[in-house]
């Protein structure tokens, strides 16, 4: 479309936009590109992280140019949100989806072909109707924003059947200039993008993936649920978060055992009913401090910006997957903690999982490539951002100084010898026993199996004795990761053709010091180094922010929407930094543009001049008032608030010393229930958390759970009895024999 103006002028446009609609004083990045080749009619292709402002890249464009602007969002459950949120800042903004009556839906049309509308959000299969369309060719149209563009994929990990039809927006509305925008697309998947959406030709803007204020941390799984408890309790009190994992059931469990240890904890996975999913989403979006627990089935698609961390308790599927879900965390800008917890277990059962799919060999061969490129981030000796970076094709020289292995940096150390040990211990065995077995005869534990099988008299039989289990376990781990043994049928493991140079002494293998640090150290470390950690403000801002928080919090239940859709939590951080004493001064701030400047200035500035003189005491905070709405609304739900299985505490919390439950990952199934055998396992439990204090070892080095279970079905009343006990090898038998019988008979003879 001609245009009379010059480029110089667009942008200065879009700057007083931005100003008065949003309150913001610049562009970030490559968005003014966008919004100036948007705005002159262009089509384009934006990829850009989660959080990096895609937004207003069709937002800004959608108000400068003549007509409505129509953005494409696969998720209908949030346009409500958006639409509200925009409307906050005084945008005309609407939505059309399934969830409308008909009279909404008409009251919407006509305002759209009255030229009443900037923006209006519409559902792809909304869209694709022949009556949308039709409408749409009648009405004055700004431009098509197609939001979360990677759906048009196969190749992506969110195919959606619709978007693959989006095809018909070039053929019916060839002038309208198109913006595809995406946070993931690989090549093949921004391949797809152009091609379906006819985008070839089209400028594409690819801003660095890197999200700097994201934390990103990974440890060993030792007890899922205690860490945690203990990550939360010591970094993200009263924040909000999620937590993936895997199955519906470690959902269900993870949510309810949050619950009894006070965190403000929702479930949220495929299989609850619509309501109870609606109250998840609900609470997340409009409450404060809300932690969901879920599976992938959550998240896309939510805008929250103030997430403070994402927390994985199962591994991820590919490396796109993990970027997108700990992307989740942190939009705002603010410091937040991307967080995982993983094991041999998991390692094990993802591959076993990906080689007995279904799945053509060539889908499989990308989703094996792609889980190998994740599992080599979770084994990373070196700075995980330039991993995660260099993975989406950015190369950074600088280790981050925000990782974990920045921040403290693990001890590396030539493993081939050990390494040769675990693959012949395998090869020796016929390529078919699980890590424990293979342990075993590393560490020379004549197990029955071991001994049935004949597998004492291997030369391999206790040549790794120097080592104790846990080392051998993360050995094993590390070497399928890699892809030197791989997982096949019944959890066998098999020496791979990648092996071979390890085995034969050509290439060395450099692997990681899973820490023999006590937990506590490494912990109190993480977190004198950490910068992310409560209230995103200073002690002396505290007060302030907190009273600004309640009052957005309220005033959101009022008008029923979102609180970040009142000021984002960045915006009250800079009110509370700069503490305005009048509207000019509010007005300057981030975030405020006109219209809510007119709304809430007031409010505002009231709060700020409450607090200039005295600091009050912390409000009464909205965690605590949901973590009793949950509980009961968990109760219905479940039938039950408190079941045994979840280990209520019955001490004051003590994050730093508490153990694990009993089930290591949420693959392992839940304690038989006999009376005696919880009993005793509760005592070995006990014994075991002595210990570790007494030792400083971490509870798997003192005595695994398979082990403790062992014991507890076994029953031994004497030293001589725990001899061919899985996982009582000579040397725990001679450090803790003793007191683990003793603690097993205190139990039997009452
Ligand atoms: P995305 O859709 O890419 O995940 P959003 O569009 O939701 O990201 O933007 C993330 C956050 O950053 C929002 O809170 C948004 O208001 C803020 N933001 C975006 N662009 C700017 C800017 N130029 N100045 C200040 N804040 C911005
Ligand atoms: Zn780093």
Same mark, same amino acid.
């Given at each position: 479309m001609p245009s009379v103006q010059s480029p110089a002028d667009t942008d200065a446009r879009a700057l007083e936009v931005l100003g008065r609609v949003w309150g913001y004083g610049q562009f970030r990045d490559v968005q003014a590109d966008i919004v100036r080749t948007v705005v002159e009619g262009n089509n384009a292709l934006v990829l850009m992280p989660t959080g990096g402002g895609k937004s207003l890249c069709y937002q800004v464009p959608s108000l400068l140019r003549p007509g409505v602007g129509i953005v494409v969002s696969p998720l209908i459950a949030l346009m409500k949100d958006q639409v509200d949120a925009l409307r906050q800042f005084g945008v005309r903004a609407a939505f059309l989806n399934s969830s409308l009556d008909m009279q909404s839906v008409r009251e919407v049309e006509s305002a759209l072909l009255a030229g009443e509308l900037d923006m209006l959000y519409v559902a792809p299969e909304r869209l694709l109707l022949p009556r949308t369309l039709d409408l749409l060719e009648r009405a004055p149209v700004a431009l098509f924003a197609i939001d979360e563009a990677h759906c048009v994929s196969q190749w992506g990990h969110d195919f959606r059947p619709e978007y693959g039809q989006l095809g018909v927006l070039p053929q019916r509305f060839p002038d309208i200039p198109r913006v595809a925008l995406t946070a993931t697309a690989d090549d093949r998947t921004r391949a797809d993008i152009l091609n379906v959406l006819e985008l070839r030709g089209a400028a594409q803007f690819i801003s660095s993936?890197?999200?700097?204020n994201i934390q990103y941390r990974v440890a060993n799984k030792e007890g899922p649920k205690t860490q945690l408890l203990d990550f939360i309790h010591a970094e993200h009190r009263g924040d909000a978060g999620i937590v993936y994992c895997l199955s519906r059931k470690s959902v269900e469990q993870t949510a309810q055992w949050l619950v009894t240890q006070r965190v403000d904890a929702v479930p949220y996975h495929a299989g609850l009913s619509p309501r109870e999913r609606n109250h998840a989403q609900e609470r997340f979006l409009n409450d404060e401090g809300v932690v969901v627990v879920a599976t992938v089935a959550f998240g896309m698609g939510i805008d929250k910006p103030n997430v403070r961390f994402v927390a994985h308790l199962d591994l991820p599927k590919s490396m796109e997957g993990y970027y997108q879900e700990t992307g989740r965390a942190g939009r705002d800008g603010l410091p937040s903690t991307a967080w995982m917890v993983y094991g041999l277990a998991d390692v094990v059962n993802v591959k076993r999982m990906l080689s007995q799919s279904d799945a053509p060999d060539d889908v499989k061969r990308v989703e094996a490539a792609k889980l190998d490129a994740l599992l080599t981030y979770c084994e990373a000796a070196t700075c995980r951002r330039q991993l995660l970076l260099s993975y989406f094709g950015e190369e950074r020289n600088e280790p981050c100084g925000n990782c974990d292995i920045c921040l403290n940096p693990p001890k590396v150390r030539d493993a081939t010898r050990e390494a040769q040990m675990a693959l012949s211990a395998a090869i020796r065995t016929g390529n078919r026993f699980g890590a424990a077995h293979l342990t075993d005869i590393l560490l020379g534990q004549p197990t029955e199996k071991v001994v049935a099988m004949g597998h004492h008299l291997l030369p391999t039989f206790g040549v790794g004795k120097g080592h104790d289990d846990k080392m051998w376990r993360g050995l094993i781990r590390q070497l399928v990761s890699l892809g030197h043994l791989a997982a096949g049928e019944h959890y066998g493991l098999s020496a791979t053709g990648k092996s071979r140079p390890l085995l034969k002494g050509e290439t060395t293998l450099m692997l990681r010091e899973d820490s023999l640090i006590p937990r506590e150290k490494v912990r109190k470390r993480d977190r004198d180094a950490s910068r992310s950690g409560r209230a995103p403000v200073d002690s002396q801002d505290a007060p302030l922010f907190e009273a600004l928080r309640a009052w957005r919090l309220q005033l959101a239940r009022q008008k029923a929407v979102p609180p970040y859709a009142i000021f984002s939590d960045a915006t009250l951080k800079a009110i509370c930094e700069l503490r305005p004493g009048s509207a000019a001064m509010l007005g300057t /701030?981030?975030? /405020?543009g006109q219209r809510k400047l007119a709304d809430y200035g007031e409010d505002v500035l009231e709060i700020v001049r409450e607090h200039s003189g005295s600091e009050r005491a912390r409000p009464a905070s909205a965690a605590e008032r949901g973590v009793r709405e949950n509980s009961a609304v968990l109760g219905l739900l479940r039938g039950a608030e408190e079941r045994t299985s979840f280990q209520p505490m019955r001490e004051p919390v003590q994050p730093r010393t508490s153990q694990p439950l009993l089930s290591v990952s949420s693959s392992e199934p839940e304690a038989p229930p006999s009376p005696v055998h919880t009993e005793i396992a509760e005592a070995l439990r006990e014994l075991r958390r002595e210990l570790t204090r007494e030792t400083s070892h971490s509870a798997f080095v003192i005595f695994p759970n398979a082990t403790l279970e062992a014991l507890a079905a076994a029953c031994p009343r004497t030293v001589e009895e725990l001899q061919g006990l899985p996982g009582m090898g000579p040397k725990r038998i001679e450090n803790y024999g003793e007191r683990i019988v003793d603690a097993i008979r205190t139990v039997l003879d009452g």
């Open positions: 993936f890197d999200r700097p /701030v981030s975030g /405020v």
